[in-house]
């Protein structure tokens, strides 16, 4: 291509249509650089109250110039087909949306682990959870419009409000007013791992990260204990458990 195009329109119909689908990715990772730089500079409080500005013109503007280009209303601020979805669609597409998610995850790690080994993967990926799962708790109180601390209550509901809630199994068990635990009954990734005939993927580093962070954000009141999770042994019923306490 580079020896036959000097120009946009000179581009054929089909990568015309790559080219837009390449501008949309840009756009994402400029969005992130965005955010990871005042993150870095101004420390996560203020990148949070900056996103939450930001975001909000930023989908205003581009929904709204799409709709234009694409020939759809915006109704309620969400695009008009969507609300003429049906509900068993709309869950459909977020399920589809959380697979995608947890996909993209899974091919970052290899990309890093061919490229420069297990143990880089590993360490980017646990950072990587310590900056996602304060976000992701962010996210889920801005929508459910939670009280800043909402108690183990709030973070069991927050918990079925996670992107990992489409994708996984999971279940509470109450063990007084202070603490519950966590049960990860089925798992996408050790569920695939374990029809390969493959060992546990060794997951407890980035778990404690995950949950950890993900609590905390929720209310910085409750602390996180890990009950097992591999390579810890643990039951046929579940791959990991998390005890979570209000201190």
């Not at 969400?78 to 609300?83: A, D, V």
């Not at 990992?164 to 603490?179: C, H, K, L, M, W």
């Not at 602390?223 to 591999?230: D, F, G, K, M, S």
Request: charged share 25%; net charge negative.
């Amino acid at each position: 291509m580079y020896d036959q195009v000097d120009n946009v329109e000179d581009l054929g119909h089909e990568d015309t249509a790559r080219l837009v689908l390449d501008m949309f990715h840009r756009i994402i990772i400029h969005y992130a650089l965005w955010f990871t730089e005042v993150r870095h500079q101004m420390g996560m409080e203020k990148a949070l109250e900056t996103l939450k500005s930001a975001s909000a013109k930023s989908y205003d503007i581009q929904m709204n110039r799409l709709s234009k280009s694409l020939g759809f209303q915006m109704k309620d601020n969400i695009p008009e087909p969507m609300l003429k979805m049906s509900k068993e669609s709309l869950l459909d597409l977020m399920n589809a949306v959380a697979v995608n998610w947890i996909a993209n995850d899974g091919i970052w790690f290899q990309a890093v682990e061919f490229a420069s080994g297990m143990n880089d993967a590993k360490r980017c990926n646990d950072t990587c959870w310590a900056h996602f799962s304060p976000f992701e708790a962010w996210s889920i109180k801005k929508f459910l419009n939670f009280p800043d601390t909402p108690g183990l209550e709030g973070l069991k509901k927050a918990l079925n409000f996670r992107l990992y809630a489409r994708v996984n199994t999971q279940s509470f068990i109450d063990e007084g007013p202070d603490s519950f635990i966590l049960q990860m009954n089925e798992c996408r990734v050790q569920g695939a791992r374990k029809r390969k005939g493959l060992d546990d993927y060794p997951c407890k580093s980035g778990g404690t990260v995950e949950y950890t962070y993900f609590a905390r954000a929720i209310d910085t009141r409750i602390t996180t204990e890990c009950v097992a999770c591999p390579p810890d042994d643990h039951p046929e019923e579940w791959y990991c458990a998390w005890r979570f306490k209000l201190a």
